[in-house]
């Protein structure tokens, strides 16, 4: 669970270090939550995040990660990060 639950963070951070121009540093988490829906099998693991919400200062992101099927999510995450250093 720990290392599908990494997996989507990075996934989210990455989203947000994308859509965001010139960030003096990654995206610092605020917080996270994981809900864990399926039990994940040693097979390749697919995952797409979603930023919700952009401010100035912090962006919202929701991420889930799949296997065999898109509609049949293992896990989500929904998670604020930091944007700048103020």
């Known amino acids: 669970g720990g290392a599908i639950g990494a997996f989507l963070e990075?996934?989210?951070q990455?989203?947000?270090f994308l859509v965001t121009e010139h960030l003096p540093r990654p995206p610092r988490p605020i917080?996270?939550?994981i809900d864990y829906l399926r039990q994940g099998h040693a097979k390749d693991?697919?995952?797409?995040?979603?930023?919700t919400k952009m401010?100035?200062?912090m962006c919202s992101v929701r991420a889930e990660a799949w296997q065999d099927e898109r509609s049949k999510p293992v896990t989500t995450l929904?998670?604020?990060f930091m944007v700048s250093g103020d």
């Open 78 to 80: 929904m998670a604020h």
């Open 10 to 12: 990075l996934t989210s």
């Open 55 to 57: 401010g100035r200062r």
């Open 31 to 33: 917080n996270l939550t």
């Open 14 to 16: 990455a989203q947000v």
């Open 45 to 51: 693991l697919y995952a797409r995040a979603e930023i």
